[in-house]
């Protein structure tokens, strides 16, 4: 009990940051519901408005994403989790080398096979989803993923992970399965990190102030990121953060084979949340966009830039709520 405690603990921490396919990728399984929770809602928006392009022609850009994850416990079936996840990119440019929306939606499951031997225990996520153009017909966009993970208790306060994961919409490798190796560690209920193809670390020296950051390797459809939020707790239910995100996502175009259409942005910035009740939470906040681009290719390792948007001033709103 006290194992199961300790990592659940520890991976919630260590995974609150976001990254795409948080809900229908391998985190799927490994970031733990909270205590007394059926259902994980996460839902917001970013715009970019009153940019322009390196050709000078005017670009406004509004990101709105939904996703959720539940657990069957109710079904009688604790050991399976589903989650889904809906992106959608608007574009309002007269550029006609971009379409005027991008839309990347999928779904996807984990099941937990449980113990298979001492302190050795298996799983399973599989998913399927659709990055295109507007052109759902296209079937050349549909894409599968999958992650079969061996999770090993060295301690109460020590896992290692190992397994190999395949995303149709990687960013980069995406027909390739790539393994993976991660090793966590609690320290304390103030620090604790991971190592692997992905490294992060949560610290919080008191009640006021918390930093949470990661970069290198994710699971998911994006491969190489990097993100970081500091956080100041004024009181109990308000933080005031600054924050730094990159991202990087692939859409299938319509007769164009594999090739995809990416867009890439960084945002550093800051804002506030409130937890409006113990299961709801609201946040706001502006930021700077940055490295903005949209470009071709199969994959992140050869691609052509088709439109460089200015470095412009970003807003957001997210809302999450628990059930």
Known sequence: MQLRFLSTFLLLSLFSISTLHAQTGPQLYLIPFPEDTEVQSRNGAFSIFGNNTDSDQAIDIFYLWSDARGKLDKLNLPQIHLGYELH??????????????????????????????????????????????????????????????????????????????????????????????????????????????????????????????????????????????????????????????????????????????????????GGFAWNITKKIQFEAGAGFAFGQQFATGFDFRNLNTVVRPDDNVAVFLNLHADF
Do not use: C
């Not at 937990?112 to 017909?137: K, Q, V």
């Not at 190999?164 to 995406?174: A, E, L, Q, Y």
């Not at 991202?247 to 995809?260: H, K, V």
């Open 88 to 269: 959608t990119l608007l574009i309002d440019s007269p550029s006609n080398v971009i379409p005027d929306a991008l839309y990347n939606y999928n779904l996807g499951l984990s099941y937990e096979f449980g113990e298979i031997f001492t302190n050795w225990d298996l799983a399973l996520t599989a998913g399927i989803g659709t990055a295109n153009d507007g052109h759902f017909s296209n079937l050349q966009s549909y894409y599968g993923m999958g992650t079969l993970m061996l999770n090993y208790h060295l301690s109460p306060t020590q896992q290692v992970s190992v397994g190999v994961s395949f995303d149709g919409n990687r960013d980069i490798f995406p027909d390739v399965p790539l393994p993976f190796i991660q090793y966590y560690h609690f320290v304390s209920p103030q620090f604790q990190y991971v190592l692997g193809f992905y490294n992060q670390l949560n610290w919080k020296p008191n009640e006021q102030f918390q930093i949470k950051g990661g970069a290198g390797i994710m699971l998911g459809g994006q491969v190489i990121g990097a993100d970081v939020r500091a956080s100041y707790f004024p009181t109990k239910n308000f933080e005031l953060f600054l924050n730094f995100d990159n991202s990087t996502e692939g859409f299938f175009q319509n007769n164009q084979g594999r090739t995809r259409l990416f867009y890439m942005y960084n945002i550093a910035g």
